[in-house]
């Protein structure tokens, strides 16, 4: 049986189960299997940095990505025209996050600029390798590994330009001068092609397909990997075929990447559709099922499906857009001001922002009313982000009910990590991994034993410091296999990818001036800090420091007349979810 139909079975076998005996889910180990890179997001907030206010920066931003450390990322940099001071900012927020999570990132500008087939395609591409060069060599952003030429085929603001008949040659006289500028600056850098996006829908594959057999026909020799969006228009939270048909989608996409030249396949985005043009506004908020209060809980077990089907199928990483919400529409003028020169630049990386709303994050940022709430999206993409990492191996997962579908690896370190959506109602399931219950020096695989993380629709987790839910028990697998509860329209995850420990207590905590401050952390495994007033937790951030008086927490380090004064404290919260103890 050739390759492509193997795959085409193994996606049937996840869409309608097979025969498991007294098992439902049934998880396998192949000597052969494919390796996954991880999920992430796009994370345009590097190129806003310079535009946030410092609370929303520290408790939100670096915090929920530290919390994460996504494996994988898609980032806005490599435009021609970045200044200076655009690249150095994108290298201090390097810095701050990709750096220490270990990050490998797909670059891409958001746009080419307009009429672009005015442009000399070897001077434009020599700006991009001199771009990248600096922030690579000089700013030492290593993790910048794989490069597109322009975001869904994007010109200016007209997605889609150069699918145009006529532009194809065009977009691979780009691309080979890319590739060409980036071994004469010696840039270990991949191309992706194509970037542009699909949906669920019959029309899909008329246009993916021809448009994936082309760059293979005539781009192989200069393309490292295979790159499209997948949004999903359309389509309600409780459609229960989606499963099925982003894992036949996945399963042909990928191995027409593999077939021929042997190129593996990055799912550059998905999500759910945008709502457009309300009064003359470009208003992307992320689509009615995700943002609308009825339907958004349920939608999330959908994304999942999406991100899980992808890997299933054999694609290499996966890009859930997005991180964080672009600030409100602001006017883009240039200015002497560095706030207005940074206003200026971030245009480059969100076009349109003076007519653009774009609200497709999993955590909000509204410049009104200092809205820094999560969506409930990110109490399971969050999870999916941070267990399912780079390097993992893929383990086919078959399943007795229609109503269970899912996806597990097994880490580098030898963790697994499982994630098990349950469409139907509440069940407990019995999980068989007995084909490979032993490692190859004879240890258990379930050398301990699982915590569980539980996403429910019926009571989304939210956090009001966008903290990841805790867990909710540990599950212990003998000889193999192990039963779970599952709650109704649920999405659980379970994980050996932990290490039980207490961080160490934080020292040199002090007041002064309505500033609350402590020492930084040394632990290698620390990743934020958690602040309690009177044993009652007030915020979580990254900074070493706290303003009491700040408007996030006015109310909340209020007292009244006459009280005793407040005790504060502080905790360190390491990689794995463990929070430290006082001094």
Not at 314 to 335: K, Q
Request: with cysteine; aromatic share 12%; glycine share 6%.
């Amino acid at each position: 049986m050739e390759t492509r139909e193997m795959l085409s079975v193994s996606a049937a076998m996840l869409l309608v189960g097979s025969s498991l005996g007294a098992a439902d889910v049934t998880i396998t180990k192949p000597y052969f299997r494919w390796l996954f890179n991880g999920f992430g997001f796009q994370n345009s907030e590097a190129n806003f940095v310079a535009l946030m206010p410092d609370d929303f920066r520290d408790q939100r931003v670096l915090k929920t990505f530290m919390e994460i450390s996504p494996s994988f990322s898609r980032v806005y940099t490599g435009f021609a025209d970045e200044s200076q001071e655009q690249l150095d900012r994108f290298a201090d927020y390097y810095d701050l996050t990709f750096r220490k999570a270990g990050t490998t990132l797909y670059a891409v500008p958001c746009a080419m600029p307009p009429l672009a087939e005015e442009l000399d395609a070897d001077e434009y591409a020599e700006k991009v390798a001199k771009n990248l060069e600096y922030l690579i060599k000089a700013r030492n952003c290593r993790k910048i590994r794989y490069y597109c030429l322009t975001n869904e085929l994007m010109n200016g603001d007209r997605g889609g330009w150069f699918a145009q008949k006529g532009r194809w040659e065009l977009f691979k006289k780009f691309n080979v001068a890319l590739f060409r500028a980036f071994r004469r600056h010696d840039l270990d850098i991949r191309l992706l092609a194509s970037d542009e996006s699909a949906s669920p829908n019959p029309e899909a594959p008329k246009n993916i397909y021809p448009m994936l057999d082309w760059i293979k026909a005539n781009m192989g020799d200069y393309v490292g990997a295979y790159c499209t969006h997948w949004y999903v228009y359309g389509r309600k939270a409780n459609d229960l075929k989606l499963w099925n048909d982003c894992n036949v989608y996945f399963s042909n996409v990928v191995q027409r990447a593999l077939s021929s030249n042997a190129k593996r396949y990055i799912l550059g985005e998905f999500g759910f559709c945008p709502v457009r043009g309300r009064r003359g506004v470009m208003w992307d908020d992320g689509g009615y099922n995700l943002r609308q209060p009825e339907t958004c809980e349920e939608s999330v077990l959908s994304k999942c499906e999406v991100g899980l089907a992808a890997m299933n199928q054999g694609t290499l990483a996966c890009v859930s857009w997005s991180f964080v919400d672009y600030p409100d529409p602001f006017v883009i003028e240039d200015g002497d001001s560095p706030s207005e020169r940074a206003i200026y630049e971030a245009g480059k990386c969100g076009y349109r922002l003076d007519t653009k709303y774009n609200k497709w994050g999993a955590f909000r940022w509204s410049s009104t009313d200092r809205d820094y709430r999560a969506y409930a999206e990110l109490y399971a993409m969050g999870w999916l982000a941070k267990l399912f990492r780079k390097n993992a191996t893929v383990l086919p997962c078959a399943f007795a009910d229609p109503m269970l579908r899912g996806g597990a690896v097994i880490n580098p370190d030898q963790s697994v990590s499982i994630a098990l959506v349950n469409r139907g109602p509440e069940k407990t399931v019995a999980v068989d991994c007995s084909s490979w219950k032993s490692r190859a020096d004879g240890t258990p695989a379930f050398h301990q034993p699982l915590r569980r993380y539980v996403y429910e629709v019926a009571h989304v987790p939210y956090s009001p410091f966008n903290d990841l839910q805790p867990m909710s028990g540990t599950v212990t697998a003998k000889d193999g296999a192990f039963s779970v509860a599952l709650p109704a329209k649920s999405i659980t995850f379970l994980t050996t990818d932990y290490v039980d420990r207490q961080p160490a207590a934080v020292t040199g905590l002090r007041v002064a001036n309505g500033l609350l401050a402590w020492e930084p952390s040394e632990e290698p495994e620390h990743r934020y800090y958690r602040v309690y007033k009177d044993g009652k937790q007030i915020a979580s951030t990254v900074a070493t420091s706290l303003d009491l008086g700040g408007p996030q927490l006015a109310a909340i380090a209020s007292d009244a007349i006459n009280c005793a004064p407040p005790v504060f404290s502080v905790k360190s919260v390491d990689k794995w979810g463990n929070a430290g103890k006082d001094k």
